[in-house]
């Protein structure tokens, strides 16, 4: 496994990140378990969450669930580059009391509180805004955050689904305040067939030095090899790629995709995560395994290298919007 810098930071983490969302609600604990052990023994170091993970009545269930890993040995949690989430409703029942959500600084510290008792653990290695809080001033997130670092109970704080300019706008205020870091990494929706972050988010993360950590690099299964998975094992595709397929220009699309890489001899759904690891300001793709052999398909593509002639072949068959602002300026 190949290691970078997050961001501008001191902090080495793998070039995959083990995305957690499906602990709990499709993959049992004993499962779960067993994928976080071969994640680390494949030198996965980056693990993904979120408070809300759990989903419904069970929010919370995917960090306890990683929590119980961190108690069965001191080594997982001693190994583990540990990232989660504040922001969602935590109410089971879907109604929030004020106050019990986004990211005012009283919502900030109950979360983390929280968190912490889930995980098990005494500090979060990476804290993540989850949604921009339109409402809340930065000045006072980072109080609150200032207030954490200082206790010790987180020691990064990154953003996700964030525009352009509210990176820029939390980091300027961030540096005008002193002593803060700021945010050091971004988590965005970006794949061969969602580019528009490179119009914007990349840009403002490269500027600032966050790292950009990619979710749903799959978009949805779309890029996993749907349409020859239908064909040959009659699994028809669901969700968001279900819905995609369902426009004839994009299934043409997928098509192309899928007989380029058949041409190539590559396997769909490890070309969609060996490109974004090609990708400038990428740090890693988080990979969401249902299964063991899931994860195994993801750390094969760790270790894929893309020709020039694939590349360019991904290119034509999925355009990204250009450089900015030229992409939208002319």
Not at 65 to 83: E, P
Not at 132 to 139: L, N, Q
Not at 255 to 265: F, I, M, P, S, V
Not at 286 to 305: D, F, N, W
Request: glycine share 10%.
């Amino acid at each position: 496994m190949e290691y970078t810098q997050l961001g501008r930071t001191g902090l080495k983490v793998s070039r995959l990140v083990l995305g957690t969302m499906n602990f709990g609600p499709q993959t049992d604990e004993a499962d779960s378990h067993a994928i976080m052990d071969a994640a680390l023994d494949a030198g996965i170091n980056f693990f993904d969450t979120a408070n809300v993970y759990g989903w419904g009545e069970n929010k919370g269930r995917t960090e306890e669930i990683i929590g119980n890993w961190f108690a069965k040995s001191a080594a997982h949690r001693d190994k583990v580059v540990l990232a989660t989430k504040v922001y969602g409703n935590m109410a089971a029942d879907g109604e929030t009391w004020p106050n019990h959500d986004k990211l005012s600084a009283l919502n900030i510290r109950r979360a983390v509180d929280a968190s912490l008792k889930r995980l098990q653990t005494d500090h979060i290695d990476v804290y993540q805004f989850h949604h921009v809080d339109r409402r809340t001033p930065f000045e006072e997130i980072w109080q609150a955050i200032d207030v954490l670092v200082q206790q010790g109970k987180i020691l990064y704080v990154g953003s996700s689904n964030f525009p352009g300019y509210k990176i820029a706008q939390a980091n300027e205020i961030a540096a005008r305040r002193g002593g803060t870091i700021g945010l050091v990494s971004e988590q965005c929706l970006y794949n061969l067939a969602e580019r528009r972050a490179e119009m914007e988010v990349i840009p403002a993360a490269q500027e600032y030095g966050l790292g950009v950590i990619p979710w749903s690099p799959l978009h949805g299964g779309l890029l996993g090899g749907v349409i020859k998975k239908e064909v040959e094992g009659g699994r028809r595709a669901s969700g968001r790629a279900a819905d995609a397929l369902a426009n004839t220009t994009i299934r043409a699309q997928i098509q192309a995709y899928e007989d380029l890489l058949d041409k190539h001899g590559v396997e769909p759904g490890e070309a969609a995560l060996a490109w974004l690891l090609t990708r400038p300001g990428v740090t890693g793709p988080i990979v969401g395994p249902r299964t063991a052999e899931q994860l195994e398909s993801a750390i094969r593509a760790a270790e894929l290298e893309l020709s020039d002639e694939l590349l360019t072949g991904l290119d034509e068959i999925f355009p990204g919007p250009g450089p900015s602002p030229e992409a939208f300026a002319w």
